[in-house]
């Protein structure tokens, strides 16, 4: 079935510094990948997002890549501050409805 | 304009009791998706629902668990006979009616089953 493996599991980084997290996918036909933050307790927020037909997406510090053929996505996030800590997570849009999202990944940005 | 809303935000049931879980979806938004989130782990998908159908419910258990969005109101989530294990936070989402991919999150149902 599908899969959306997310790595690391836990980041911690000093204030300043970039961040960056990895996911890969097995399904060949997903065509969309947001990435979502969600803080202790709160709802999950969509923070960018990626289709199949862009390699690279910028918003400010934050950005995002897709490598198609090697089913890879990743989030890279530019100088970090510590409200940039929370858990982010990975997804995966497989074209039949059904979002599949990484296990998480726990940012710890240190001041 | 609103956004997606869920209610109860906490709800306690004891073991054998039924939940039922509300979501609204944002305005204009008629495709709605339940997910449910165990502590320290990430969202698993459960259903997703159009108002009046159930699209895909591949990620439902086969038992106590159904949802339905009728054509008036908000979406339920119903857990029948509730166990310990369904305790969890229960988040919906919904997107709008051009199919468009971007799901936006309500604040979730900590449901805890004591």
């Known amino acids: 079935g599908e899969n959306v493996e997310q790595h690391p599991s836990t980041l911690s980084v000093q204030e300043g510094d970039s961040a960056v997290i990895k996911c890969t996918y097995s399904d060949s036909a997903s065509n969309y990948f947001p990435w979502y933050k969600q803080e202790l307790g709160k709802r999950p927020q969509l923070i960018i997002d990626i289709r199949s037909n862009v390699g690279e997406k910028k918003d400010q510090r934050i950005a995002v890549t897709l490598n198609k053929t090697a089913k890879h996505f990743s989030l890279h996030i530019t100088e970090t501050q510590p409200e940039d800590s929370a858990v982010y997570f990975c997804?995966?849009?497989?074209?039949?409805?059904?979002?599949?999202f990484g296990a998480g990944t726990r940012l710890f940005v240190k001041a | 304009n609103a956004g997606v809303m869920q209610n109860p935000r906490h709800l306690v049931r004891r073991r054998g009791q039924e939940a039922r879980l509300r979501c609204s979806p944002m305005?204009?938004?008629?495709?709605v998706y339940w997910y449910r989130q165990l502590p320290e782990e990430g969202l698993k998908f459960m259903v997703y629902?159009?108002?009046?159908?159930?699209?895909?419910e591949s990620g439902m258990p086969k038992e106590r668990f159904s949802a339905e969005f009728p054509k008036e109101g908000p979406s339920i989530l119903r857990i029948q006979q509730v166990v310990r294990g369904d305790s969890a936070a229960y988040f919906c989402?919904?997107?709008?009616?051009?199919?468009?991919?971007?799901?936006?999150f309500g604040p979730g149902t900590r449901l805890t089953v004591t």
């Open positions: 305005k204009g938004h008629s495709h």
């Open positions: 629902l159009q108002k009046e159908n159930i699209i895909d």
């Open positions: 997804a995966c849009y497989t074209g039949g409805f059904k979002t599949i």
């Open positions: 989402a919904s997107s709008p009616e051009d199919g468009a991919y971007e799901q936006y």
